[in-house]
């Protein structure tokens, strides 16, 4: 009975010091998305270009390879867009408001319009850099809610690529956890992406961030999809006989 006595003191005192490390972790969580709101995140992630300037590269002779970076650069931008997101988010743009920003080395410009606050907000936006490509798109943020014990909310996208007379459309249906009770992103979901050269493409990205998918055209697998939302898409043909694979 003694010792039993003797060990709550410390079992407490741990108690505390556990409940004031969680604490202090969400409170850094916190403050650190608080920092930037959704529009800012938005802009600076378009931004991010190097994959638009090597789908450019890729073009016209390798429609596979272009459209392929045109789908890390989407999947790129929506995880960066996402940092943050959830409750503890800073105060959005009001209704209306376009914010811009230029990218010091490129001198590519992104326009993040708020177009609605209620419920939904909804976020349209350009991309500029300049003699290479063009971007457009709408992304919807939903209002959060409980899937199980999950906090999530839905982030649909459309984005539309032009890369000269080339063009992709991108569209998803994806959900983002609340950053403040995971610490981290945690983007999941489907995008379907096509382009004007006939390439098709279904990528799936799971709870832990994996990606998978297919390129197809003329309904025959061509290339697969593999990744990471943390570190990147790549893809890969599917060999002809005498051709040697590509990796994007």
Do not use: W
Not at 47 to 60: C, G, N, R, S, Y
Not at 183 to 212: P, Y
Not at 219 to 236: N, P
């Amino acid at each position: 009975m003694p010792n039993s006595i003797a060990k709550k003191p410390l079992f407490f005192q741990m108690s505390l010091l556990l409940g004031a490390a969680a604490g202090g972790m969400l409170v850094a969580r916190y403050i650190n998305a608080r920092q930037i709101n959704g529009a800012e995140r938005l802009a600076d992630a378009l931004l991010q270009t190097d994959t638009l300037l090597t789908a450019d590269q890729h073009l016209p002779q390798n429609t596979p390879d272009a459209l392929a970076s045109c789908v890390a650069y989407f999947v790129q931008a929506a995880y960066h867009a996402s940092e943050g997101m959830g409750l503890a988010g800073r105060t959005e743009d009001p209704l209306g408001h376009e914010r811009v920003k230029v990218h010091p080395y490129t001198n590519a410009t992104a326009m993040v319009i708020t177009e609605a606050i209620e419920k939904d907000s909804v976020l349209t936006y350009t991309l500029t850099l300049p003699s290479k490509a063009e971007v457009r798109g709408t992304k919807r943020v939903g209002v959060e809610r409980l899937s199980g014990a999950m906090p999530l909310c839905s982030v649909p996208e459309r984005m539309e690529i032009t890369l000269g007379d080339y063009s992709v459309q991108l569209e998803s249906e994806m959900e983002v956890g609340d950053y403040l009770v995971y610490g981290k992103v945690r983007l999941m979901g489907s995008l379907s992406v096509r382009d004007t050269a006939g390439n098709v493409g279904r990528i799936h990205i799971a709870e832990d961030g994996k990606v998978t998918g297919t390129m197809t055209r003329d309904q025959k697998i061509t290339g697969r999809f593999d990744g990471h939302t943390e570190s990147g898409v790549y893809y890969k043909a599917n060999l002809l006989e005498g051709e040697s694979g590509s990796t994007v």
